[in-house]
């Protein structure tokens, strides 16, 4: 039986979203029920949850294709569909946008995905600003800003940003710049800013070096030196000596950094490569970007992938999600696979970059030995981590035993449950639950606590109130997957509060234990002493790896939550902004420094922010 409910279909163009609700409905009769449109279609399984979402030129004849195909993939989901809902858009390239919007927002297990499925870190420079600052951001907005990315991980940005600061000495400070300070901050002393906050540089200085880390960023080294050599020959002529040698010193550092690039070939080509690659546990693409024939960087990305997905798909997949919002693509992209979807891809990203862009699998010359070097390296970094994993492992199942065996457990602990409670002086208290399995974090399973009892000093209430939320819902699910061992942050009482709650709830197979920080003594119900695990053994540093990961997520979740507060109080006498506005700002910026960095543009895109609204905030926050 087939039944094509509407209810995730939303009214997301100009056209209507067509809605289907009748049952017995065989593979023949969609051709009648579906619309030979471009868009979006979603597949559920009975459980209502969605399983597999796609975006095709012909709605109709995609969906049917997968009834007719024999391919591993089509059976796969063929196997688990339901129910079939489709969204009807202006273009395919509306239908890209929405389909890697869904895929975030669903998850569908079938689908292809990036393993960190958070927006890509960018740099950002307001350069509508009139003393631009250099900051990360993962939010990219069309609103005059100049966006250098997407990058890999933000640890890879801090490093860019470390660099560029060196080289370029513009502010870091988020202040008001009045020219009128008394004296400049550390900074200036260090070289690291140029102080137009005391009138140190004038604003034409300060441009500069903006222009010239902008130039830096988007690979135009002989741009790049030759700004740097009129600054310098400026500040020499100024009698500004200081200055001058600490540029002289700089245009000497981007010099050997430019030479150490790779020449990887004698063609000034610009352009970057794709490949794509497995081991027996992950899957990989990694992005090579080779600009003036010198190899600028190259990036890793896990995807999260099915048996049946072939490289293809993995690539166009991959493409779609990083170049969505990369001004910095080049024309051309070559890649080891031609994607899926050719003409489609090739459409979207020339919409993105205001040129034309194509995707091509070169056969022979220079493009194709910067795939072969690409093939090589990928190949080696996929077995590196198979080797990683292996011997990871095998030390985290010599952990887990050695576990055991010290705290006379009943089985191997391969899911352990820690949970920590984090505040200062009752305020703002919260809970944390990570997870471990197989010695390794499991983060889409951590869980964050809201405290609701009367008390919020007493942590054995807040403890013993997470428990109990969590004990019940476990009770409640339908797949019993319980932990093998509970560990708490904490000592006597804090076990005693949640050893309560399991023998109250009927749970008394499951073992718990805390860990207490002083003396990383062990305490367990029904030993009267404590357990002090060996010195250097695995099993106990795998249990402070633990406790020290609760501890970190308690204090990041209770510092979000603290942060809010403040923020809620700082909106509370602004105009016009109620409850609903303020969740809307909350939810995105998260922070007073952020909405004090924000533009009146960047705070106007919000859903429910009027212009009105955004010029009474930034009135209110500077």
Not at 345 to 354: A, D, E, H, R, V
Request: proline share 3%.
């Amino acid at each position: 039986m087939w039944y094509f409910p509407s209810s995730l279909a939303k009214k997301l163009s100009q056209k209507e979203t067509v809605k289907l609700e009748s049952k017995d409905i065989d593979p023949k009769e969609l051709s009648k029920a579906l619309p030979e449109e471009t868009g979006v279609y979603l597949f559920s399984n009975d459980e209502k949850q969605v399983i597999y979402i796609g975006k095709a030129k012909f709605i109709r004849s995609r969906v049917i294709s997968y009834f007719n195909s024999k391919e591993l993939r089509a059976t796969r989901i063929k196997e688990e569909i339901k129910s079939i809902d489709f969204i009807v858009t202006n273009s395919e390239q509306d239908a890209l946008l929405l389909e890697d919007s869904l895929v975030k927002k669903y998850k569908p297990k079938l689908n292809i995905r990036l393993k960190d499925d958070k927006s890509f870190p960018y740099i950002k420079i307001d350069v509508n600003e009139k003393y631009p600052q250099v900051y990360i951001t993962r939010n990219v907005q069309n609103d005059g800003a100049r966006y250098f990315g997407p990058y890999a991980s933000a640890s890879n940005v801090r490093k860019t940003l470390n660099l560029l600061n060196k080289l370029f000495p513009y502010r870091s400070c988020t202040k008001a710049i009045t020219r009128k300070d008394p004296k400049p901050c550390l900074e200036f002393h260090i070289n690291r800013c140029i102080a137009p906050c005391s009138g140190e540089s004038s604003l034409e200085e300060y441009s500069a070096v903006i222009n010239q880390a902008i130039a830096f960023l988007e690979g135009d080294t002989k741009s790049t030196i030759k700004g740097l050599k009129k600054s310098m020959w400026e500040a020499s002529e100024s009698e500004k000596f200081e200055q001058a040698t600490s540029i002289r010193d700089n245009i000497n550092a981007i010099q050997s950094l430019f030479e150490k690039q790779t020449m990887i070939t004698s063609r000034n080509i610009n352009v970057d490569a794709i490949d794509v690659a497995s081991n027996k546990y992950e899957t990989w693409v990694d992005i090579l970007m080779v600009r003036q024939g010198k190899i600028k960087g190259r990036e890793h990305f896990e995807m999260e992938v099915q048996e049946f997905h072939d490289k293809r798909s993995i690539i166009s997949t991959f493409l779609k999600k990083f170049y969505s919002n990369n001004f910095n693509m080049p024309s051309e992209l070559i890649c080891s696979y031609i994607p899926e979807d050719l003409e489609g891809l090739n459409g979207f990203l020339s919409s993105k970059i205001g040129r034309k862009s194509k995707i091509t699998k070169p056969n022979r010359g220079a493009k194709k030995e910067i795939l072969k070097f690409l093939s090589r390296n990928i190949i080696q970094w996929v077995q590196y981590r198979e080797r990683k994993i292996e011997v990871e492992m095998k030390s985290a199942d010599l952990a887990l035993d050695n576990l055991q065996e010290q705290l006379n457990l009943s089985k191997k602990p391969n899911r352990i449950e820690c949970y920590d409670i984090s505040h200062i002086q009752g305020t703002s208290i919260v809970g944390s639950m990570i997870v471990f399995e197989g010695g390794n974090p499991k983060k889409s399973e951590y869980r964050k606590f809201q405290i609701k009892t009367s008390n919020k000093n007493d942590d054995f209430a807040a403890l013993e109130e997470i428990f109990r939320r969590r004990c019940t819902k476990l009770l409640e699910a339908e797949r019993k997957d319980y932990p093998d061992l509970l560990l708490v942050d904490g000592g006597k009482g804090q076990l005693s509060a949640t050893h309560g709650v399991l023998l109250e709830l009927g749970l008394t197979d499951i073992e718990i234990a805390s860990i207490a920080k002083k003396r990383e003594e062990i305490f367990m119900p029904n030993n009267f002493e404590s357990i002090v695990l060996e010195n250097h053994s695995q099993g106990k540093f795998l249990l402070q790896r633990i406790r020290d990961e609760a501890h970190r997520f308690a204090i990041k979740y209770h510092r979000t939550k603290r942060s809010a507060g403040m923020l809620v109080s700082a909106l509370d006498d602004v105009k016009g902004i109620g409850p609903k506005k303020k969740k809307i700002l909350i939810n995105h910026f998260g922070s007073v420094e952020k909405i004090r960095n924000s533009s009146v543009d960047e705070l106007y895109a919000l859903h429910g922010i009027s212009i009105l609204d955004a010029k009474q905030i930034k009135d209110a926050f500077n």
